[in-house]
């Protein structure tokens, strides 16, 4: 490999999501968000995927460990000086929007939440940590999917405005990077998690997913707006899950299908994002999946704000590559699972214990594509093995499996720097253990710190380092050349 510095104040970290570790989901004036309604295990995806999935919270059928959490609302302090102790130059985590406005359609902020994460921002900056914050990362009031149909409503707008323009008028001083969903693109294929979209509010229809983004489009044009407003150094990204997609073989009929799935999974919503306009293959893809382009609600103003507010950085997640085959039927094909989207198995690969195909080297080639295709910042906010992990008897937590992972993708992020790309950060997923957004299990786990809780609720919830937080630290004090 081609030896090559990181940049000197390359954005070294961990990601975590509010819903996912937080707990106190009914605490200090916290409404309930759709995570909240979201019952645990393997049975999460078919549960929201069902016709009858109403957002209904039964208590007594069904775990819920998004109410818990790792309880990181009042272990803050804690986690964030391991955070510290391991050298992290930042720390992105996301603001439930559900502590600022319960409902979401209220026009005055809960200022207990507001407190909150001043108090976590704060604990970061006092540990020199640059907090990076995703303004919604796969929750929304529940009141808003429930009785305005989620992000197909146009009047989310609003309501999001409100959220972005309270936070970062109250934290923008003080916080310099921001994104404003996560995994924006996910809808394509699930997105209750990001749209509040299930299929008995329209989550089925292709109609409601495109005018949900376009709506979210527009919010977050606006949200770019506002940051600049409060503090030009802002730098404010978007966020989308990349899956580096490969043709099965060289049968063009392959290559034109992988192409094709580039546009709509990979591109589609940076495309609007980054550069401001849709792009040349919308009108085909909308015919595609039965849109009626005339019934989208998307004015003039709209174009005009995309245009004009287009993001600063493309922030995203890599966790693994896809394979798309076109020409065999589907008993040939051998299906893998995955971060939301699936495959066929490319035998090239192996796979983690949840299917997902481990590839380093589809990192370099993502990242080449999106730092060639718009010439923006890169900031690799995801990235993580999801594996079980063992306590021993002398309480070691031997994770060799997630260093030699995390290991070959950092080898990789240095290829693509020698390739030119300008490369701003990486933060690992779930640095500390938290629940899955897959399958709400705590078992599956991606942390340097272990946390002692498992999918029934049972645990401590003591903090213990795992043998990848020595090697973290080590990585990120050499600035990523001693891996
Ligand atoms: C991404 C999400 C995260 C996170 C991660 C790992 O798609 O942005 O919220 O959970 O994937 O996924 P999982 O928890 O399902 O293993």
């Known amino acids: 490999m081609e030896k090559q510095q990181f940049k000197s104040d390359f954005l070294w970290g961990g990601a975590t999501a509010a819903n996912q570790l937080e707990g106190a989901y009914n605490r200090d004036g916290k409404g309930l968000s759709v995570a909240d309604a979201m019952p645990g295990g393997k049975q999460r995806f078919p549960i929201l995927e069902s016709e009858t999935f109403d957002w209904t919270i039964d208590d007594n059928t069904y775990i819920y460990p998004n109410h818990r959490g790792i309880d990181h609302y009042d272990r803050f302090k804690e986690d964030i000086a391991l955070f510290a102790e391991m050298g992290f130059k930042c720390y992105r985590f996301s603001i439930a929007w559900t ?17 909150f994460y001043d108090d976590l921002i704060d604990e970061c900056l006092k540990h020199s940590i640059e907090p990076v914050i995703t303004i919604s990362h796969y929750e929304m009031p529940l009141h808003l999917a429930k009785t305005y149909g989620g992000w197909k409503n146009r009047q989310l707008i609003d309501f999001y405005e409100t959220f ?177 989207l699936g495959g066929v198995r490319n035998p090239f690969l192996e ?65 693509a720097v020698a390739d030119g790309v300008d490369l701003m950060g990486y933060t690992p997923w779930g640095c500390i253990d938290l629940v899955s957004a897959s399958t709400g299990e705590m078992s599956k786990r991606y942390g340097f710190v272990y946390v002692d809780l498992d999918d029934e609720g049972n645990g401590t919830l003591n903090r213990s380092k795992k043998k990848s937080f020595d090697w973290y630290k080590k990585v990120i004090a050499t600035n990523g050349t001693d891996l």
């Open 99 to 115: 502590r600022i406005f319960p409902n979401g359609d209220e026009t005055t902020p809960n200022e207990a939440g507001l407190k």
């Open 164 to 340: 972005a323009s309270t936070v970062l008028t109250r934290f923008g001083k003080k916080v310099t990077y921001w994104m404003t969903f996560n995994e924006i693109n996910s809808a394509f294929h699930f997105p209750a998690l990001s749209q509040g979209l299930v299929k008995s509010n329209g989550g089925g229809d292709y109609q409601n997913i495109f005018q949900a983004w376009h709506n979210q489009f527009v919010a977050s044009s606006k949200a770019v707006k506002i940051a600049h407003e409060v503090n030009p150094a802002i730098q404010i990204g978007c966020m989308i899950i990349y899956a580096t997609t490969y043709s099965i073989d060289a049968n063009p009929t392959n290559q034109v299908a992988t192409l094709i799935q580039n546009q709509e999974f990979n591109y589609f919503c940076t495309d609007v994002q980054v550069r401001g306009e849709y792009p040349a293959y919308t009108k085909r893809t909308y015919k595609k999946y039965g849109v009626d382009e005339q019934a989208l609600e998307i004015t003039k103003e709209d174009l005009a704000l995309l245009k004009a507010y287009p993001v600063d950085y493309i922030g995203f997640s890599y966790y693994m590559s896809s394979a798309v085959n076109e020409t065999m039927t589907v008993e040939e094909t051998d299906v893998v699972t995955g971060n939301l």
């Open 351 to 415: 796979a983690s214990e949840w299917g997902w195909q481990i590839d380093p080297d589809g990192l370099r080639i993502a990242l080449n594509e999106l730092y060639n295709r718009y010439e923006k910042p890169l900031f690799i906010v995801e990235n993580g093995l999801g594996a079980i992990d063992t306590v021993e008897e002398d309480g070691q937590i031997n994770d060799d499996y997630r260093i030699d992972y995390l290991r070959r993708h950092i080898e990789s992020m240095g290829e």
